[in-house]
């Protein structure tokens, strides 16, 4: 299995403009997580779907945070428009079973940076 | 509601020293329990995962983490370490009973000083 894919890798773009993140889940699972890591906040849980539908998107930090999972195997997260406290690594998680308990599984990360 | 207590935000060990990185949780039902690590830019890779199987658990790169329900705790252990170990490492807690929602904690730095 290749994993949890994300694209793009790295992101660098200007304030007020609109980043789109991607993620691939691994095929089968039915839980998807969006993750934002900064070294001031740590690792904070931004929306998480099931079943292709938005359970508790209670992290996403504004309005200008968008997330859509509109097939099982395809998930976006969207910023419009874009501020350097943005600024982040964005992480993409699914989670399935493995020897009968339910595991998140991590993606590399969007390394995204806003001037 | 869950939470997960990792004591000392940065681990400093000499290589080929003990390696100890703490865990306690709070759970009112046996929770699962898991390691992650997270090597420099790179995302959380499952160290191992604690599933009610067995107490002590092995995991890879020669780390264990013993299940201890007295003390609610999950601590992370290898006998020696090794200069590739530098990473952060991140415990985190499931409970069945909210649906497997997982919940983080906020990470350990490890140094290896060699």
């Known amino acids: 299995d290749a994993g949890v894919i994300q694209s793009p890798r790295h992101e660098v773009t200007e304030m007020g403009q609109e980043v789109t993140l991607r993620c691939k889940p691994i095929?089968?699972?039915?839980?998807l997580f969006w993750y934002r890591q900064t070294m001031m906040r740590g690792l904070e849980l931004l929306i998480y779907?099931?079943?292709?539908?938005?359970?508790?998107d209670s992290g996403m930090p504004e309005d200008r945070f968008s997330a859509k999972m509109p097939n099982a195997s395809f998930s976006t997260l969207k910023i419009q428009p874009s501020e350097p406290r943005d600024s982040a690594v964005y992480f993409c998680?699914?989670?399935?079973?493995?020897?009968?308990?339910?595991?998140?599984?991590f993606g590399p990360g969007t390394r995204l940076l806003v001037l | 509601a869950q939470s997960v207590t990792q004591l000392g935000s940065h681990v400093s060990v000499s290589e080929g020293a003990l390696v100890l990185l703490r865990c306690n949780y709070s759970s009112s039902v046996p929770p699962y329990l898991f390691w992650y690590v997270q090597y420099p830019n790179q995302g959380l890779q499952l160290l191992l995962k604690y599933t009610s199987a067995a107490t002590l658990v092995k995991g890879i790169n020669g780390f264990e983490a013993e299940f201890k329900k007295s003390e609610t705790s999950f601590h992370l252990t290898k006998p020696s370490a090794h200069m590739s170990d530098a990473a952060e490492y991140f415990c985190?807690?499931?409970?069945?009973?909210?649906?497997?929602?997982?919940?983080f904690g906020t990470g350990t730095s490890l140094t290896v000083i060699p």
């Open positions: 998680a699914s989670r399935g079973t493995s020897s009968g308990v339910e595991t998140q599984y």
């Open positions: 985190a807690v499931s409970d069945p009973s909210t649906g497997n929602q997982f919940y």
């Open positions: 095929s089968g699972h039915n839980s």
């Open positions: 779907f099931n079943n292709n539908v938005p359970i508790d």
